[in-house]
């Protein structure tokens, strides 16, 4: 029995529909959670929490009963005392309805976790928290600023959390075999809570994030974005794959990688060597690597922004992912104009960044809250 079927049973015991049999399966469930203390970790709605309260009480009463009675005798009174809560329990529900219609906003800047039965839940940036899953069982805890997700026995089916990572933040997730994964500002990630025995590790990302791989030789480690595939044993590398931008980048700091692609309705397959990056042009659909200095490409861990060549376009979007802000460029000139400057995002405010690229080329720009507009 998990947690859904247990709820199920106890609104039907509440309402005195139970048989004898399920009446025993239930309480038996219920005092093997309450002895192992599994319910503490369960999370659960104000309407299932009253329901426990209410098999609590009832609980309570049977124990005053006669110790000659058998529990068949109860049970008619236990269901008539159940029937005068549940019709309390459902008025109160109703009143709460009315006082809440809708759940409670999610922040945009926060980061967030979504649950397998897409509950959502809010991480703090140095917090601490417990992901749990449907049948009760603790999956995960926040330490130490990073999500960390424990190895469990085996899976009988892959099950999903998204992790979400907005603008203006960064945050890292040990996945349940070991690898580390770095994510940027503006990313998402969904992985399942525990990957199977004898199959590919397949997780999907939208955004950017360094990947630290555990080496598993039997079950290679597969990202997949919505343009390609990179599939690795163990290794090092940094995905760069913004639904907003032309291209998607892979730059591989240690080990190999291949990636594929559809390129006009073929696959389209590469192996990357360390201090190589692979790019898919989403819109010519064709693959191509060449050699570059992997430091431009993950100095975003540190801290840093370092552009070499970069035209201003691209140049923007970096600066709103990691500031949270929008920059609404008005001087079309500086679109294609190339710069070359490193931008400590953490000792630097957004308008000590923009100064710097006026300086080197004279513009205007106006900063209206979270708004920038740079002038014609």
């Known amino acids: 029995m998990d947690k859904k079927e247990f709820f199920a049973l106890l609104e039907k015991y509440n309402s005195g529909e139970c048989n004898p049999a399920e009446e025993e399966a239930l309480l038996q469930f219920y005092n093997r959670l309450q002895s192992r203390g599994v319910m503490q970790n369960w999370k659960v709605s104000e309407k299932e929490e009253a329901k426990l309260r209410l098999l609590k009480r009832i609980l309570a009463t049977t124990r005053n009963e006669k110790s000659g009675s058998t529990r068949t005798l109860v049970f008619p009174k236990i269901a008539r005392i159940a029937a005068l809560f549940i019709g309390l329990l459902g008025l109160a529900y109703i009143l709460l309805q009315n006082l809440q219609t809708e759940p409670l906003p999610v922040p945009k800047n926060a980061i967030t976790l979504e649950l397998e039965d897409g509950s959502i839940e809010i991480l703090q940036e140095g917090g601490s928290t417990t992901v749990v899953n449907q ?39 040990q996945l349940s075999d070991g690898t580390l994964v770095h994510m940027n500002s503006g990313s998402a990630l969904t992985y399942p809570i525990q990957f199977q025995t004898g199959q590919s590790r397949r997780i999907t990302l939208q955004g950017e994030a360094f990947f630290k791989v555990q080496r598993d030789t039997g079950r290679p480690f597969v990202v997949n974005t919505k343009a390609m595939d990179i599939q690795v044993l163990g290794t090092q590398f940094n995905v760069a ?11 591989l700091t240690e080990g190999s990688v ?25 819109t010519k659909r064709s693959l191509s690597a060449r050699k570059v200095n992997t430091a431009l490409y993950t ?13 201003f376009k691209n140049i923007i979007l970096k600066l709103e992912r990691r500031y949270n802000v929008k920059i609404e460029n008005r001087n079309r000139e500086l679109d294609e104009v190339t710069f070359n400057t490193n931008i ?5 405010t957004i308008e000590q960044a923009l100064q710097l690229f006026s300086n080197l080329y004279a513009f205007t720009y106006e900063i209206q809250g979270k708004t920038i507009i740079i002038k014609p």
């Not at 100095?299 to 035209?311: D, E, K, T, Y």
């Not at 400590?344 to 630097?348: K, N, P, R, S």
């Open 241 to 251: 794959a913004y639904a907003e931008d032309q291209k998607t980048q892979v730059v």
């Open 258 to 282: 291949a990636l594929r692609a559809d390129s006009q309705g073929q696959e389209e397959k590469i192996i990357l060597k360390p201090g190589f990056m692979g790019t898919l042009d989403k």
């Open 299 to 311: 100095s975003w861990l540190n801290g840093n922004l370092i552009f070499r060549n970069a035209p």
């Open 135 to 173: 049948q009760g069982r603790t999956v995960g805890k926040q330490q130490n600023g990073q999500l960390v997700y424990a190895r469990q026995p085996k899976a009988d089916k892959l099950r999903y959390n998204t992790l979400k990572v907005p603008y203006g933040k960064k945050f890292n997730i």
């Open 344 to 348: 400590d995002v953490q000792g630097e």
